[in-house]
């Protein structure tokens, strides 16, 4: 029994020998996942270990003619695009598209100062579908997009266009709320444009609070409605889209209700100035 085990192992290191040690099968490496919007290359989306892509908000959306604004305090991003609004927050999976809330199966995340967010939300908010090839690993995607809009370059998310503190912000739109309280949104993002018009010009002071307690420019602040009317969620995000560059009344630094004038003189005023556009019942 010996003799045998020991020719056997004697063949068995002969063969190997003649053959060499056995190598196991090298396995083809997976391929890595890629992204095409409109048959375009898009390199800069970041897959989850989860497998879900996301990709940065900026680009898409604005290809697709939408407007982004930041809110670096609340993390969150409000996109108006053609025909409906959507509203993000960096870090939750509440979002909202105009004014229905949904969950997201991934919570938006900041990289490199960018907002990434599920690319299967992005496409449907934005009407476009998304096609999966698992074999290709290959995300397909199709986007209505403007006729000549392009994919930009992703940019770092835009910093407001003049500086304000808490305090200022929350007293902005405390005035942006009562003076246009029953007006429509855009006319209140018109009356923080002015503000933020005037503190670019220097005109009454150089700060948001010089500006708006300036002596005798805001009527809601001398008879207090600034402060005793209830504070609307919209007037606050109104606030924050005039910081971060909206301005739908071209550069004016005055508007007025001309309903409410009273005097010739007031009257005269006003005709003396250069119009820019007329929103609910404000004049700029």
Do not use: C
Request: charged share 20%; no cysteine; proline share 8%.
């Amino acid at each position: 029994m010996a003799q045998r085990i020991l020719r056997l192992a004697a063949w068995a290191l002969a063969l190997t020998l003649m053959t060499g040690p056995a190598v196991p099968a090298r396995a083809e490496a997976p391929p890595q996942p890629r992204l095409l919007i409109n048959e375009q290359e898009f390199p800069d989306a970041r897959l989850t270990p989860a497998g879900r892509f996301l990709v940065p908000m900026r680009p898409l959306f604005e290809a697709a003619g939408a407007r982004i604004f930041w809110d670096p305090d609340a993390r969150a991003v409000r996109a108006f695009a053609p025909g409906h609004t959507v509203t993000l927050v960096a870090g939750s999976r509440r979002a909202w598209r105009d004014d229905t809330e949904v969950t997201l199966d991934q919570e938006p995340l900041i990289l490199e100062d960018r907002l990434f967010i599920p690319l299967r939300f992005a496409v449907e908010a934005l009407g476009g579908s998304v096609e999966w090839d698992g074999a290709q690993q290959l995300a397909r995607v199709h986007l209505p997009l403007p006729d000549g809009a392009r994919l930009a370059e992703p940019q770092p998310e835009s910093a407001p266009v003049i500086p304000y503190t808490d305090e200022e912000l929350d007293l902005m739109a405390r005035v942006i709320n009562a003076e246009a309280f029953d007006e429509p949104y855009l006319g209140k993002v018109a009356v923080g444009a002015v503000i933020v018009n005037r503190v670019k010009a220097r005109f009454f002071g150089s700060s948001i609070r010089e500006v708006i307690l300036a002596p005798g420019q805001f009527a809601v602040i001398k008879n207090g409605k600034a402060f005793s009317l209830p504070l609307l969620e919209d007037s606050r995000k109104a606030a924050l889209e005039a910081l971060y560059g909206h301005d739908p009344t071209h550069g004016a630094i005055y508007f007025n209700n001309m309903r409410l004038v009273r005097t010739a003189s007031e009257s005269a005023f006003w005709n003396s100035l250069a119009r820019t556009v007329q929103i609910g019942n404000h004049t700029f």
